[in-house]
């Protein structure tokens, strides 16, 4: 076992291989990311690459699916509720930064182009990240709607539907300029700030309590 880390040289090599493939795939892509490579880089042999994943389909779901959940508990790294004490103007603005600052980032983004890219080959782990990504968002979204609405802070009549409304106000535009003109259209931090107010603005508008 190792004393620095405590991991077993089992759970080390595993990890290693983990971190050159995500490296080789966003790099190279699905077809261009090589096994001998992916070995090199983490040291191990490529017959250890296969014992600890069995294919290099495996360690591409495997990774894509960490990565997803990753992204997806950071976003939600705050419990999805509201103190009736609490501004719900500002807390749905932290909370769109925050969505916006994890999902807007360069590995998320070329990960995201990556499955889109192997859709055809891999249609289930496609839906398996919206379900633990996007969806996943909105559902808890529309219980915090749901309970705001019950409160009497909302009028949010289909929270789900309202969930939905709120997480493109806030992701569409940045999201599809990031996926189509690449990372160097993210958007800088003022930039996020602004879009953020805006779009929080108008959802508050449309369900704020009047």
Known sequence: ????????????????????ATEA????????????????????????????FGSKESLFVEIAGGMTDDASN??????????????????????????????????????????????????ELARVLYERGPSRTMKALARLFEHLTEEGRLKADDPARAASAFNWLIMAEPMNRAMLLGDAALPTTEELLLH???????????????
Do not use: W
């Open 1 to 20: 076992m190792s004393s620095k880390t405590g991991e077993t040289r089992t759970e080390s090599k595993h990890r290693a291989i983990l971190e050159a």
């Open 25 to 52: 795939f966003l790099k190279s892509g699905y077809l261009g990311a090589n096994m001998d490579e992916i070995a090199a880089i983490s040291g191990v042999s490529k017959q250890t690459v296969y014992a600890h």
């Open 74 to 123: 950071a976003v939600r790294d705050a419990p999805l509720e509201i103190d009736r004490s609490e501004d719900i103007t500002e807390y749905l603005l932290n909370y769109a930064l925050r969505q916006l600052t994890v999902v807007l980032t360069p590995r998320i983004t070329q990960l995201r182009r990556l499955v889109i890219g192997e859709v055809s080959r891999f249609p």
């Open 196 to 210: 953020a107010s805006e779009g929080v603005r108008i959802f508050l508008a449309a369900y704020g309590k009047k």
